[in-house]
């Protein structure tokens, strides 16, 4: 899609085009745009243990990991108001942003491959960067993903665990991580480190008040059907718990497939992360967003990324034309299934080829490791980009 440059080269253009990314999402979000996009991040606002500084799941109930909740308080204690918060906040995109692009840049250059930038600004990361705890949830699995394959253990293990405190659906990498940390003592090594990082997070606020942290648990379950694609099965609500059971059941069937699968790291990851939400009962459109710099690894360029993509932005830009946007035959939901059918096709064409890869059936291309996926060492040729026009 773009000419691919030297490596400093690339460097710059992939970073100044995810800070740009993250500024613009920031701009369209903010108080001072008109009409502003709906983002998580003010609806927190309205809170009263925000507005009076609070400290979450010590003072307050918060409904997102340890990291998420740190990250408002500190923004409305140094915003101090409305207008500082965003400030604050938008820093923090911006920051994410840049950071996110530099590792991702490092993984695709431990891969022996160049990165496209143009992943850094497609419409998902845009209005998605500054909206929830995604961005920041992103960095961090791709943290761990860049130090597993630098060798560099420990910091996987930490950068995994903190992925785990923002957002819990990182934890899901763990398995695909320890399947490729070959020696028994190092991958033992490994396990202590994450629950030590994730304990770390979790254990002080439990002890202090256990309630608001089990209450987290309780929250999700006790939460509705939310685009998710099988709500179109499921269309009364009166049948959303055994809607539940389903998309559990999926989910558990497509992990158990990708975790038995032969297939290199990379590709392994993303497969996780999309079998986690095409299961899901809340697959929210900015969770979206922890996949799009593993697509960039994979370049995973054609008419599906962007049909993923656009449909994935429509469900929050039709989220309010209607009265009850979680129901079936609503826009919003519409966009939801053609989203997870698009994903869904994607995740098939990658495993189809990355499997014919390995059997050597083909030549290999992007994001597949000819060799073993922790090796320092880069394939021979540039691999070619996995054209997903089907």
Not at 51 to 62: D, E, I, K, L, T
Not at 234 to 249: E, N, T, V
Not at 367 to 387: C, D, I, Q, W, Y
Request: hydrophobic letters at 55%; charged letters at 10%.
């Amino acid at each position: 899609m773009a000419r691919q440059l030297p490596d400093r080269g690339s460097l710059a253009v992939c970073v100044s085009s995810a800070v740009a990314g993250a500024l613009l999402s920031v701009f369209i979000h903010s108080p001072w745009s008109s009409p502003a996009i709906y983002s998580d991040f003010g609806a927190f606002w309205s809170r009263e243990w925000v507005q009076a500084a609070g400290v979450p799941y010590v003072q307050a109930f918060f409904e997102y990991p340890p990291i998420s909740g740190f990250e408002i308080y500190v923004a409305r204690v140094l915003g101090a108001s409305y207008e500082g918060y965003f400030l604050v906040l938008g820093v923090f995109t911006v920051l994410t942003g840049g950071a996110l692009a530099w590792s991702t840049w490092r993984t695709a250059r431990a891969l022996g491959k160049k990165l496209n930038a143009f992943f850094f600004v497609i419409p998902g990361m845009v209005v998605y960067s500054f909206y929830n705890f995604d961005l920041l949830h992103a960095l961090f699995i791709m943290l761990s993903l860049q130090f597993l394959l630098e060798k560099r253990m420990t910091l996987s293990a930490f950068s995994l665990g903190l992925a785990t405190a923002t957002k819990l659906v990182g934890g899901f990498l763990l398995p695909v991580y320890l399947m490729e940390t070959k020696a028994p003592r190092q991958r033992w090594e490994y396990l202590v480190v994450f629950l030590e990082t994730v304990g770390a997070a979790y254990l002080p606020l439990a002890i202090i008040n256990f309630g608001n942290i089990s209450g987290l648990f309780t929250y999700f379950r006790g939460w509705g059907l939310e685009d998710a694609w099988y709500v179109w099965i499921f269309q009364d609500p009166a049948s959303w718990p055994y809607a539940k059971l389903f998309g559990l059941a999926l989910m558990g069937f497509l992990l158990f497939a990708v975790y038995t699968s032969k297939l290199p790291l990379v590709q392994k990851a993303f497969l996780t992360l999309s079998a986690y939400l095409l299961g899901t009962y809340v697959y929210s459109p900015q969770f979206s967003v922890m996949l799009i710099p593993l697509a960039a690894l994979l370049s995973l360029e054609g008419p599906l990324l962007f049909v993923w993509d656009v449909s994935n932005v429509l469900i929050i830009l039709t989220w309010f034309t209607v009265p009850d946007p979680t129901l079936a035959w609503t826009a919003p939901q519409a966009m939801a299934l053609i989203r997870s059918a698009a994903l869904g096709a994607m995740c098939l064409v990658l495993a189809r080829r990355a499997s014919m890869e390995l059997r050597g059936r083909m030549p290999s291309r992007a994001g597949g490791l000819p060799h073993s996926a922790t090796s320092s060492r880069p394939p021979a040729a540039e691999p070619a980009k996995t054209n997903l026009e089907v």
